[in-house]
């Protein structure tokens, strides 16, 4: 059974700092990897998608990267902003399949 | 992108009385879509795999009497929530297999049920 583990469950950085954060998996025979955003009370935005043959995708200031091998996935927001503070969650599908998530990271930007 | 809409995004009803929650694929037509359920501060779990035209498949602990789907057409999912009580309060999310072999999925906002 897939499971999916995000580190750390909360983070407060101040404003302008780069920050990095992790997703695992166990089982490595994924389809893709998604990374959402979800602010208190709503739904969640989708912020990045990576194919199982792909290795990174960027979009502005967020990096994904995929190691599929190590059952791992990092995001890394540059320039942190006050109004990047959400929820940030991984997600995993073998397939047309419902996503595994984890249980999020907490992001608090101080400005 | 691809939207995905919910309705009601709120809703509060007494203890005993039934909630239909809509999710539609405003601009791409959806054969699967995903109902999940998020208890505060927690992360989601999958309720049911709802396919268009077929049987919604149901996790094990949900009950599939008391969660009623319904995926009538390729754009619209129904949640329907039988004899609510207090402990079914929590936030209600969708989501919409897009089409095209990438399995991305596209949630929809949310909707808030509590139950008096």
């Known amino acids: 059974k897939q499971e999916v583990t995000q580190i750390p469950a909360a983070l407060s950085v101040p404003e302008g700092e780069n920050l990095v954060l992790n997703c695992s998996f166990t089982?490595?025979?994924?389809?893709?990897l998604q990374w959402f955003r979800q602010d208190p009370g709503k739904g969640l935005t989708s912020l990045l998608l990576?194919?199982?043959?792909?290795r990174e995708q960027t979009s502005g200031r967020l990096n994904a990267s995929l190691d599929k091998s190590s059952g791992r996935s990092t995001l890394y927001i540059a320039a942190s902003q006050p109004g990047d503070s959400a929820t940030y969650l991984c997600?995993?599908?073998?397939?047309?399949?419902?996503?595994?998530f984890g249980k999020g990271t907490r992001l608090s930007v101080i400005a | 992108g691809a939207v995905v809409s919910q309705h009601p995004s709120w809703v509060i009803c007494k203890s005993g009385t039934s909630v239909k929650i809509e999710c539609r694929s405003l601009?791409?037509?959806?054969?699967?879509m995903f109902w999940y359920r998020q208890f505060p501060k927690q992360s989601l779990m999958l309720m049911a795999t709802?396919?268009?035209?077929?049987?919604?498949?149901?996790e094990q602990g949900v009950e599939k009497d008391k969660f009623l789907i319904n995926h009538a057409s390729l754009t619209l999912s129904t949640l329907t929530v039988t004899s609510a009580h207090p402990e079914d309060s929590s936030f209600y999310i969708c989501?919409?297999?897009?089409?095209?072999?990438?399995?991305?999925?596209?949630f929809g906002p949310g909707t808030r049920l509590t139950v008096t």
């Open positions: 709802s396919n268009e035209g077929s049987k919604a498949t149901y």
């Open positions: 989501s919409a297999l897009f089409p095209g072999g990438k399995s991305e999925q596209y």
């Open positions: 990576i194919q199982s043959s792909q």
């Open positions: 089982d490595s025979a994924i389809y893709n």
């Open positions: 997600a995993v599908t073998s397939g047309n399949t419902p996503l595994v």
């Open positions: 601009d791409f037509q959806a054969t699967t």
